[in-house]
């Protein structure tokens, strides 16, 4: 069966330190993979994506992950965090023709 | 341009009630999904239309859900019979290659 995984329900992480949501799947094919963020009480909203080319995509609000193939991984990084990042988070990956696959999310919490 | 529309925003409705929830994707996006998202969770899939393909039902929880889309455009989804269970924010979004744009969700509320 197709999944992602999330490892971490919640992260928290000190303002101007740097972040990392982890996300890993397990589909077949080469997938595109997006992260998309949730704000309290808001829609998602797409944050970034990777189809193919350089490893490390860069997206909205100065976030940017890393895909590794052999780790299956793509994992959310920020260099410095604010605390207007405290959100939800959730990663998700496209088989090539099929439907979405999203994971459980992850809450980032940015304690100033 | 405009975005992914749902209406109403929020639904108040009693046990019993049936409840109908409407979608407006983005012009030309031929994809559209429907999810369910419970406070302080994550989504659970429902249905997804592509283009004029069988939807994909895979993810309604009961046949009390239904859901329709006509042609490219406005789609709906349908509780029949609601339960307590089902109050929580249906999201829709819609796609044309990539990425999912998601609308702002309807939020139903069952007394």
């Known amino acids: 069966a197709q999944s992602v995984a999330q490892p971490e329900d919640q992260v928290n992480v000190a303002e101007g330190n740097p972040l990392t949501v982890k996300c890993t799947y397990s589909?077949?094919?080469?997938?595109?993979l997006f992260w998309y963020v949730q704000y309290p009480n808001r829609g998602l909203q797409f944050l970034l994506k990777y189809i193919t080319g350089d490893n490390l995509v860069k997206g909205s609000y100065g976030f940017e992950a890393e895909f590794n193939k052999s780790q299956t991984s793509f994992h959310l990084k920020k260099p410095s965090a604010l605390v207007s990042d405290s959100a939800l988070y959730f990663c998700?990956?496209?088989?090539?023709?099929?439907?979405?696959?999203f994971g459980p999310g992850t809450r980032l919490s940015v304690l100033p | 341009g405009a975005g992914v529309s749902q209406s109403p925003s929020n639904k108040v409705t009693e046990k019993g009630k049936d409840v109908e929830l409407r979608c407006d994707p983005i012009s030309g996006h031929t994809a559209l999904y429907w999810y369910r998202q419970r406070l302080g969770q994550g989504l659970e899939f429902l249905i997804y239309?592509?283009?004029?393909?069988?939807?994909?039902k895979s993810g309604l929880p009961s046949d009390r859900f239904s859901a329709e889309r006509t042609g490219e455009s406005v789609s709906t989804l349908t509780i029949q019979r609601t339960q307590q269970e089902d109050s929580a924010v249906y999201l829709c979004?819609?796609?044309?290659?990539?990425?999912?744009?998601f609308g702002p969700g309807t939020r139903l509320t069952v007394t």
């Open positions: 589909v077949s094919g080469n997938p595109y």
């Open positions: 998700a990956v496209r088989p090539y023709g099929q439907n979405f696959v």
């Open positions: 239309f592509q283009g004029n393909s069988a939807p994909d």
């Open positions: 979004a819609s796609s044309y290659v990539d990425e999912q744009y």
